[in-house]
């Protein structure tokens, strides 16, 4: 398996534009997460998905974000618009919550805001 | 709510040392603990993780974690840290399984492991 894949790896936009991170959970797998992480504030939830479906977005920062799960291979997280105090590393994980416990993480996307 | 610290923001080992990297944890109910690792420009990697049984957990790279249910811990070691060590690691809990929402894991900040040559 390719584990999770998240495009594109790298993103620099100027404030004000609108940006879309993607990401593709390991087949089969039926729960997707998106963190963020900062130097700041650490590893933080944004979202997460059962499903499909939204289960709790409590961490998503304020309206500008936004996630969607079409389906069980793809999920977005857009920023619109953007801000410079978004920069940071966007990681997506996914986990089969009937056999394992431990999400399996992409390599991120580091997204910078000018 | 669940949480976790990890009391250190940076640990230094000589190389061929043993290493502890602690983390504390605050749960309802019996924890399921994780450890992960972050190489530089990477995302977390699966160490270990406890979930029930035998207190002392078995990893990848030769780690180990000792779960303590008195002392709510559940630190990481290695008895001989190898320069190649040298990374960010994260602990994590969640509670057990309570409902469609159990299964986010709240983070540590994170420890910053040093193996000097």
């Known amino acids: 398996d390719a584990g999770v894949i998240q495009s594109p790896r790298h993103e620099v936009t100027e404030m004000g534009q609108e940006v879309t991170l993607r990401c593709k959970p390991i087949s089969g797998h039926n729960s997707l997460f998106w963190y963020r992480q900062t130097m700041m504030r650490g590893l933080e939830l944004l979202i997460y998905f059962n499903n499909n479906v939204p289960i709790d977005d409590s961490g998503m920062p304020e309206d500008r974000f936004s996630a969607k799960m079409p389906n069980a291979s793809f999920s977005t997280l857009k920023i619109q618009p953007s801000e410079p105090r978004d920069s940071a590393v966007y990681f997506c994980a996914s986990i089969f919550r009937q056999s394992g416990n431990e999400q399996f993480f992409g390599p991120g996307t580091r997204l910078t805001v000018l | 709510a669940q949480s976790v610290a990890q009391p250190e923001d940076q640990v230094n080992v000589a ?49 180990e974690a000792e779960f303590n249910k008195s002392q709510t811990s559940f630190h990481l070691k290695k008895p001989s840290a190898l320069v190649s060590d040298s990374a960010l690691y994260f602990c994590a809990v969640r509670p057990p399984y309570s409902g469609a929402g159990s299964y986010q894991l709240t983070f540590g900040k994170g420890t910053k492991l040093s193996v000097i040559p």
Do not use: H, M
């Open chain 2, 15 to 63: 190389e061929g040392n043993p290493l502890t990297v602690k983390c504390t944890y605050s749960v309802s109910g019996n924890p399921y603990l994780f450890w992960y690792v972050q190489y530089p420009n990477r995302g977390l990697q699966f160490l270990l993780k406890y979930i029930t049984g035998d207190n002392l957990v078995k990893g990848s790279y030769g780690f």
